[in-house]
């Protein structure tokens, strides 16, 4: 919720307008000083390096307060559309006729009817701008009408603070209240009028959509510094409340849908490190220079409520979690991402007369996901990793009676539980902007380890270890090393699975053939295996060659 946010998208192209981006233009941008004047011919200066137009009904000096009126920006792109043509699109007409030209092009407009700059005296300035701004963004496609998106952002006493140094400044913003909402510019229909069909190879018009999202006690920092030609940038936001309700119609289908969403106690925090004056489009050549970027991210309590209606039966569907974290990094050393969730809950319910009547729900206790994989070149080996969790997973009474209404299943919680780990080679950089080789894959896997497999389900039990070399000289990865195994109450599951009438008999057969030629007995309904690869590309099984 601070300028910086708001920059990298203007570095981006600005091909979009969406909430971060409004909501970021509501904070101040890093100048070299701190007057009002010169903060505001810095903020012109920044937007029209940026490819910015910076329009103003003028700009008035009252005192300590520079006061700028009926401003506007916008941002105008034009990018080849490698899809095709609107004749031609999407054919296989080798005869057609010369290939117009084809571009999509991206106007994007923000307009703020006062904004103004006040100092305090004690080097810094207090920014504050009028209740409500509006954003538009229009996408043009050669041959094709525009699609265009419109918000209006009322804010209510928001307060940005700079203070600091030129090399070091601080910025600090609050607000009780902000809130977004997109505006439909698509025309009612006549009282009686029947939607009209759009004609054949064109797209039809959208509509009517309502979205509006609240967010409610807001505090941000943010803070950047540059040392030794290095550029930090840090931030820190909280959001006490966040609120979504949106609502949108397909005429053509009949299908209609409702959407709320709540999350409380929200908070993230960022810091992204840059040499100065290197190209952001060339993620590759930034990370190689030693750009880094961070953050992380919690949440308490959150529900999404979405409700679909079709031919008049609806089918609603609640999620919820008790709270959450979401973690990230990338740099040179590569890319890692992590996500944990609380207690979530899930929930279907559809029309009585629909086939799933009964209410349908899953419960678990926590979900957990970890990613990194390195992304930078490098002759040597680099590890990755990927890992993921679902723990404590119950299903309500009506999902077990589908299929297990005498109960002969154990319902006791299920668990999910794969680790994997190993080390690869990057031949080349993964995020560069130039194009990969075409001869050879950019990444070459050198080990893998199994550091944990586990899965428990309706009273089986399946766990397993392993590691493993990976010799990649003949072109052909061959792996070397070995997995063990262990498993219980598989001749249980089959038992119960022919009882309620999942499988039959004979198919019980073959698994406990392939049991018998993989797997070890080791006590009543219990089993083990060791499967070992050799460098010579063969494959045991508890010492028995199956390959």
Known sequence: MNIAVFQAGLRAGGRRIGTATVLSLLATTSVPALTADELWTAWKTDYAALGY??????ATRNGDTLTITDLALSHQIEDPDTAGTPDTAGTNDTTAAPETPVTITTRSEIDIPRMDLREQGDGSVVVTMAPTITARSDVTRTG???????????????ITLVSGTPEALDYRLTSPKVTVTLIDDTPAPKAGAKPEAAPKGST??????????????IASNYATKTVDGRQTQTSDTKVATLDVKAAGSDDETGVSYTLSA??????????????????MTDMGALLAQGASFAFSGTYGAASLDVTQTTEGKPMEIVASAQSGAVNGAMSAAGFRYSAQSQHPHLAVTQAPDSLLSA???????????????????NDQPQPFTGKIALNGLTLSDSVWAMFDPAQKLPRTP?????????????SNDLLTSAPLPEAGMPV????????RLHLSLAGLDLAGTGAATIDNGSGTPVPAGSVDLSLTGADALMSNLVAIGLIEQQQTMIVKMMLGLYAVPAGTDAYTSKIEMKPTGEILANGQRIR
């Open 359 to 377: 209410p349908m729900s899953a419960d678990l206790e926590a979900t957990s996901a970890e990613f990194a994989f390195p992304v930078s070149q």
């Open 204 to 217: 039809p018009a959208p509509s009517p959509t309502e979205f509006v999202l609240t967010l409610g006690g």
């Open 144 to 158: 094709d009408d525009p699609v265009s998106v419109r918000l209006r952002v009322d804010q209510q006493d928001l």
């Open 262 to 279: 709540t999350a409380a106690n929200l908070a993230g925090s960022n810091q992204a490190t840059v040499p100065a004056g290197t190209d």
């Open 444 to 451: 070459t896997v050198e080990s893998v380890a199994l550091n």
């Open 53 to 58: 137009e910076v329009k103003t009904g003028g």
């Open 414 to 426: 299920a668990e999910l539980v794969i680790d994997l780990g190993g080390t690869a080679k990057v």
